[in-house]
């Protein structure tokens, strides 16, 4: 599960790294996101699915690194927000939480054999974003 954090974090922080648009970046987070959940190792899909049987020591230390997967998203969000990319009245939290919900749940459903490509998936929920809660024509 450790791996797992790992994993997901140094993928969503490369994609963050390669692009200087703020825009562009969250659409590379998002399938960064998507890519190390489902192929990868099963690492990232244990931690989302399998923490809950860990004891209770264990459990808090993967909820601890959990959280601070989460508060990586949380600043790239509240810094698209201070930058007027995400309308002001967009609860960031709200959005953290759901966005990541909808990747996360991407796990239970997606078929590599599919008619959707994992790619698709992560830039039809970058649309959604887009059409949802991003300024069009703020420039960062």
Known sequence: MRRGVDLVTAEVESAYASSDDPVERLRLCINAHLRA??????????????????????????????????SLWAGILETMI???VVRQNVDGRLLRLIGLGALNWVATWFDRNGVHSLDAIGDFIWQIAMDGVINKGVQA
Do not use: H
């Not at 990868?40 to 244990?46: E, I, P, Q, W």
């Not at 809950?52 to 230390?61: D, Q, T, V």
């Open 82 to 84: 201070a930058q007027g």
């Open 37 to 70: 959940l489902l192929l990868g190792s099963d690492a990232v899909y244990v931690l989302l699915f399998e923490w809950r049987a860990l004891g209770p020591e264990a459990s808090k230390e993967i909820i601890e690194l959990r959280d601070q997967y989460e």
